[in-house]
Nanobody, 127 residues
Framework: EVQLQASGGGLVQAGGSLRLSCAASGFTFADSAIGWFRQAPGKEREGVSC????????NYADSVKGRFTITRDNAKNTVYLQMNNLKDDDAAVYYCAATGHYSSSCQIGREYDYEHWGQGTLVTVSS
């Protein structure tokens, strides 16, 4: 059974930092692309960042470039999203997702590439 468990959300002041984790099981983690998406109230879900295959190639949405960093630990089957200098607009429910198969690239926002989704973790930013 494929499982993705997102954690690490919480309340943070604007300008602060959080690190989200996505723990995965049930598929060949090292081969899979993992993406982070977010959905704010009243808005569509949007892609934030993704990381692909064991080489760890990454992509970021323009809105988070320079502030967010995605990394993976294949030994722990976990992907992290380090979020720094958080802004009000970053408040959302964050979801991680996995393609579940070998992925030599990933692109922001291509939800249809992702076969498996975890539950969300809430990030609240206070100004």
């Amino acid at each position: 059974e494929v499982q993705l468990q997102a954690s690490g959300g919480g309340l943070v002041q604007a300008g602060g930092s959080l690190r989200l984790s996505c723990a995965a099981s049930g598929f060949t983690f090292a081969d899979s692309a993992i993406g982070w998406f977010r959905q704010a109230p009243g808005k569509e879900r949007e892609g934030v960042s993704c990381i692909y295959n064991s080489d760890g190639g990454t992509n970021y949405a323009d809105s988070v470039k320079g502030r967010f960093t995605i990394t993976r630990d294949n030994a722990k089957n976990t992907v992290y999203l380090q979020m720094n200098n958080l802004k009000d607009d970053d408040a959302a429910v964050y979801y991680c997702a996995a393609t579940g198969h070998y992925s030599s690239s990933c692109q922001i926002g291509r939800e249809y590439d992702y076969e498996h989704w975890g539950q969300g973790t809430l990030v609240t930013v206070s100004s």
